[in-house]
């Protein structure tokens, strides 16, 4: 379970926002920075199923499902993300979810028929990273910036889980 959902951390990321890397267009202004609130304090913990025990069928099924319903928590959920982009969590959800179900669809046209968890976990990441990117690019003007400070993050992976699995 570990491999497939940390496929949605932290390195993928930072190494996507690395390559993507650029400067930003002399006609952009710089929007005004905006004071992070925090994510809602999570008020139950939500145990995340033990994938390694299910089968492949049923495993992509959850999982492609909580991304569907979920994958905008994953990043916006995390402090450190919020407070790189110096957005909001209500910001950060509506952009992430603006991006949210092309990335899952490439990566169903990239993945039709998922057979093996291996495959999965690259599906996973897929996700994550096209999310990454995607919003990324919402901030074009910053990519330096946030490259640097999303290297820095310390992703928690059970807050990870508990946004992946609400």
């Not at 809602?40 to 492949?56: E, G, N």
């Amino acid at each position: 379970m570990q491999k497939i959902l940390a496929a949605t951390a932290a390195m993928t990321i930072a190494v996507m926002l690395t390559s993507c890397a650029m400067p930003p267009p002399a006609s952009t202004p710089a929007p005004a920075p905006q004071t992070p609130a925090a994510p809602p304090p999570a008020t139950t913990v939500i145990p995340s199923p033990d994938l390694d025990q299910m089968d492949i069928e049923t495993a992509t099924a959850l999982i492609k499902t909580k991304l569907r319903a979920n994958s905008e928590y994953l990043f916006c959920d995390q402090r450190g993300y919020l407070d790189c982009y110096r957005i909001s969590h209500a910001q950060c959800l509506s952009e992430v979810a603006a991006v949210k179900n092309s990335c899952i669809d490439k990566a169903d046209i990239k993945f039709p028929a998922i057979q093996t968890k291996p495959e999965l976990e690259s599906y996973s990441g897929d996700v994550s990273a096209c999310l990454a990117i995607q919003h990324a690019l919402l901030h074009r003007e910053r990519m330096q910036e946030l490259s640097s400070c999303i290297k820095a993050i310390k992703f928690d992976p059970q807050q990870r889980d508990q946004s992946l699995f609400k």
